[in-house]
């Protein structure tokens, strides 16, 4: 196993090495915005000497993390790490001025940084200084990683994900809602449901309509074992109807942003705030506000990731705003006919050739139900 080879190329045992910087970056994955997951590790002689994760915005980057753990073994090291090291000061100070003394033997690299801050200053600071870079080594998992990092970055929006939870038909609940006598009555499985709560984890955000608030009076949380809770968004209308006893509402819970159009109740409003809710208010068209302006607005708060989980409305008009990049889709093997919830909301579709399209369709099981994952594919 050893790392010898001609003129600097990859070997095996780089990308094992970067295999693990990219299972520690994941660690930070929800965590980290609007900074990107990013984890690393420094190897001497064929052993790790020191690793670390970025954990969250504000906390060291995961170079300093790794160089802490490493300490003076650091020297002379190889430094594999997910993402560029960065030149500038944001929170914290450029690494590059702690990695460029270290003297080390080369330094690789998944993917740069899409920060017009860095943008491959961080690379280049390297090779001036004749350290030899490798860049590409694990580039396909660290662009997954950093989807939502980059979208933020690229497209000012964070990354979206549409999540259904339906029947065999397509329905989300049976006609008027569920009828909860005692507790909630599911649709999918329990391994589906903690699949979902896995989504919620590594979820910058989650998103409902006022609707859905109405109706299920969900937590939005994560009930995962060492999960952590995402930003509850809540998108309401000029009224702001949300029961006050909403579970959302309870103080000391996560954060809660609720969106709602500028001309929106101001007594509503204020009291919201008052339980510290965050009130975003945005222009609204004929009522409602653009999904587009939404994101855009979430992407300047630092948002990376959000996890739209509906309902029938909020889906329709997410879809029809062309903002959804993925849809997870758990499939359980009911029918609930006619009579149910269709689980997207009337667009006035008239042509197969009008209907959304689904690419790179991934299918598995949760318990007794399906996962249906894939990419929305662009309109037109
Ligand atoms: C991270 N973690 O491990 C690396 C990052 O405000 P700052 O100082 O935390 O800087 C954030 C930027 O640093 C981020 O946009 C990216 O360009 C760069 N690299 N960031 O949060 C890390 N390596
Ligand atoms: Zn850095």
């Not at 330094?107 to 200053?121: E, F, K, L, Q």
């Not at 029947?167 to 699949?195: C, F, N, V, Y």
């Not at 994560?222 to 579970?247: D, F, S, T, W, Y």
């Not at 204020?270 to 009130?279: K, T």
Request: hydrophobic share 45%; glycine share 12%.
């Amino acid at each position: 196993m050893t790392s010898r080879r001609a003129a600097g190329g990859p070997t095996a045992a780089d990308s094992r090495f970067m295999a693990r910087a990219l299972a520690l970056a994941a660690r930070g994955l929800g965590r980290t915005f609007p900074n990107p997951p990013v984890g690393a590790l420094f190897v001497r002689r064929g052993r790790v000497v020191g690793e670390g994760f970025h954990t969250r915005a504000g906390a060291p980057h995961a170079e300093i993390e790794a160089l802490r753990a490493a300490g003076g073994r650091a020297a002379g090291a190889v430094l594999y790490v997910t993402l560029e090291p960065c030149v500038h000061h944001g929170r914290t100070p450029p690494c590059i001025d702690a990695l460029l003394p270290l003297g080390l033997e080369r330094v690789v690299v998944a993917i740069a940084d899409p920060d017009p801050r860095v943008r491959g200053r961080g690379l280049a600071r390297l090779r001036r200084a004749g350290i030899p870079v490798v860049l590409g080594v694990g580039a396909a998992e660290a662009g997954l990683l950093t989807a939502g990092y980059r979208s933020r970055v690229l497209r000012g929006r964070p990354l979206v994900t549409l999540k259904l939870a339906t029947t065999l038909d397509g329905r989300i609940a049976p006609a008027g809602g569920s009828q909860r006598r005692s507790g909630p009555e599911w649709i999918t499985g329990p391994a589906a449901r903690r699949l979902a709560h896995a989504l919620r984890d590594i979820s910058d955000a989650v998103l409902v309509g006022a609707g859905t608030v109405r109706a299920d009076d969900p937590r939005l949380t994560c009930r995962l074992k060492g999960g952590r809770n995402p930003v509850r968004i809540v998108v309401a209308g000029r009224r702001l109807e949300l029961p006050r006893g909403a579970r959302i509402l309870t103080p000391g819970g996560p954060p809660t942003w609720v969106v709602a159009p500028t001309r929106a109740t101001p007594a509503r409003v204020e009291a919201l705030r008052r339980r510290g809710v965050e009130v975003i208010l945005e222009p609204a068209r004929s009522g409602r506000i653009p999904f587009a302006a939404i994101m855009r607005t979430l992407g300047k708060r630092g948002l990376t990731t959000v996890l739209v989980e509906g309902g029938a409305t909020v889906a329709a008009q997410v879809l029809a705003a062309g903002v959804v990049d993925r849809l997870v889709l758990f499939v359980a093997p009911l029918l609930l006919a006619g009579d149910g919830v269709p689980a997207v909301a009337p667009l006035g579709l008239r042509r197969v050739a009008d209907a959304f399209r689904v690419d790179a369709v991934a299918v598995g099981r949760a318990g007794r139900d399906l996962v249906v994952e894939g990419r929305l594919r662009r309109r037109p």
